[in-house]
């Protein structure tokens, strides 16, 4: 079983922390902080729930009212920074702290994570923000959309991501996706691939709500440059999963392409958790002409209550020439994850060319 996420808390981690909370504060006591964050309850948390805890503890521990405390805060981030401490994960429980202490000083707030997403993002913390302050949050987000720092650039796509995973949903922008379109606009040709994943991302949380919106979009966006072809095409994904009529048209994609898949194998019919399925099978394209085909395969999980759920994963895309065999071989592991836990039961998985099931086969997970 891999590592628990929440084990990135050690010891040492939190001694380099107040050593460098010291430098800036110091009458900052270590040995109580780190008494107080790993106390009698700390290996009965969970990952946020210990986030929340060591913010909760630092909050203790910084001197002042709010304002000097965002202050003593962001000077130790730049400490971090000065001692060329490498940003990761394990930080998030700093914009935690303006989340939890900031949503009455939106001022603040607002400049302190324009600092401290420049170190770790701060796209959990701008979700209160967003609810109560909308028009003025998403106001400075647009002009963030254009900041000289690519962390901050790429903070105003993902902090606005109606469904952004584990995060507070934002249920106005959900129901009406335009506030934000100004926002990826201006970051539709950014120069860093991060941001431009984000903006990808975005448009994908949008389609889910909104595919008219974001046919639009992509039809408007398309051939403007390679970086807008990329990222519609990595935006229009869950679409493209759907072999949504508009989308497939806009990617010269046929739903009735003449084809075949034949053949499909599975390695074996009974797996155990954990366990790897190799199948293959032979794609036939028919006829004279040469056809773009996306081809994918489609898992039917069974869920906890003994229904199936479909997972679509993608095998390639790309013009196949005509009347000729092809061969594919893949595999699917099986394997609990934080995001995905499996049960057992009869599954079953399926082969699509363009959108449709042409084969597929049933097996067993004990």
Known sequence: ???????????????????????????????????????????????KQRMRHIASVLHQHLP??????????????????????????????LPDFIEQYGLDDLKTSMAAIETVTQFISCEFAIRPLLLKYPGEVLKQMTLWSKHYHHHV???????????????????????????????LENLKNDESLFVRKSVANNINDIAKDHPAVVFQLAKNWKGVSDH????????????????????????????????????????????????RLGFSFLLRLIGDKPAKLRLEYAV????????????????????FEANASYNFK???????????????????????VNGKELAAKEFNLA
């Open 330 to 352: 893949k595999e699917q592991r099986f394997q609990d994850f934080t995001t995905r836990k499996h049960f057992p039961g009869t599954h079953k998985i399926a082969i699509l």
């Open 300 to 319: 039917y999980y069974v869920k906890a209550n003994g229904k199936q759920s479909r997972k679509v994963f993608q095998i390639t895309e790309k013009v």
């Open 1 to 47: 079983m891999p590592e628990p996420l929440k084990n990135i808390y050690t010891q040492a981690f939190f001694k380099q922390f107040s050593k460098t909370a010291k430098q800036v504060l110091p009458h900052f006591n270590q040995q109580k902080f780190l008494c107080q964050v790993m106390d009698e309850h700390w290996e009965t948390k969970e990952l």
């Open 228 to 275: 807008t072809d990329w990222i519609i095409r990595h935006g229009c994904r869950t679409l493209l999963k759907k072999a949504d009529e508009n989308v497939y048209s806009l990617f010269q994609l046929n739903a009735n392409a003449p084809c075949k898949v034949q053949q499909l194998k599975l390695d074996k019919p009974d797996l155990k958790i954990g366990d």
């Open 153 to 183: 650039r790429r903070f105003a796509s993902e902090g606005c991501r109606p469904r952004l995973p584990w995060a507070m949903a934002i249920p106005q922008l959900k129901k009406d996706p335009s506030p934000i379109l100004p926002i």
């Open 64 to 93: 002042g009212d709010y304002k000097k405390q965002i202050a003593s805060l962001i000077a130790i981030v730049e400490q971090l920074k000065g001692n060329n401490i490498k940003p990761g994960f394990e930080y998030l429980f």
